[in-house]
């Protein structure tokens, strides 16, 4: 399975990304500039964390209108896996890949920490190695990861299993706790807690690693079963 880890200006975890897939999940995996516009020879597309652009306007707006967006767009339209992280998760909502939006911390404060986090689906392509309502021990570290939805949206988030991970003592003043949420096909997903550092001992917490682990098994089921 091949990644792509996308490259922003201003990313600041983006080797954090690659060094979980080559190190820790070993699989192979390249760093791809925001100027890409051809993705296609990529099983799986990484957006990660960090300050892309510097944050300014609101947090991830600036990077949703680089040329790679449109690839991504294309990619996921083809069913395959994007994995949007903290900033990376703010540039699908702003690139319309995810339904909501960002708003600052309800503190109006940056927050960073390791925090709980529940897993609410375990039936998806990025977690179906955890155990249904397994709690989690992960990293944030973010300004705004307040995430809003109308109610008609959170309905439609409930009705159709896209609730992901929720925070068990809500950091920040997401919508019901929500920390994380896929699109209807399932093969987007944004999440404001980072499991590229929570892969192994050394960082305090391995919980991360089964997230990128579901991601290859289930390319591999995939893959078995046209091959």
């Not at 390249?30 to 300050?51: C, H, K, N, Q, W």
């Not at 089964?210 to 995939?222: E, I, T, Y």
Request: aromatic share 8%; hydrophobic share 40%; glycine share 10%.
């Amino acid at each position: 399975m091949k990644f792509a880890v996308i490259v922003f200006p201003g990313s600041n975890c983006d080797r954090d990304m690659f060094e979980a897939i080559h190190t820790h999940v070993q699989e192979e995996v390249e760093m791809v500039p925001s100027s890409a516009t051809d993705l296609s020879g990529y099983d799986a597309i990484l957006l990660p964390g960090g300050f892309s652009h510097g944050d300014y306007l609101r947090s991830g707006a600036m990077a949703s209108v680089a040329p790679v967006l449109q690839a991504v767009k294309e990619e996921a339209g083809k069913g395959k896996l994007i994995l949007g992280v903290c900033n990376g998760f703010q540039i699908l909502l702003e690139a319309g890949l995810l339904p909501g939006a960002m708003l600052p911390n309800r503190n109006l404060s940056f927050i960073c920490k390791t925090d709980r986090v529940r897993v609410v689906n375990q039936k998806t392509a990025f977690t179906n190695l955890y155990h249904e309502e397994q709690m989690l021990n992960l990293p944030i570290a973010h300004g705004e990861g307040n995430y809003y939805c109308d109610e008609v949206t959170y309905q439609n988030l409930v009705m159709h299993n896209q609730i992901l991970f929720t925070y068990e003592k809500n950091p920040n003043g997401s919508v019901n706790d929500i920390a994380g949420i896929c699109n209807e096909e399932g093969n987007v997903l944004g999440m404001m807690p980072h499991p590229e550092r929570a892969v192994e001992s050394l960082l305090g917490s391995e919980d991360g690693l089964k997230l990128f682990q579901s991601m290859v098994a289930n390319w591999r089921g995939s893959h078995v079963q046209h091959a």
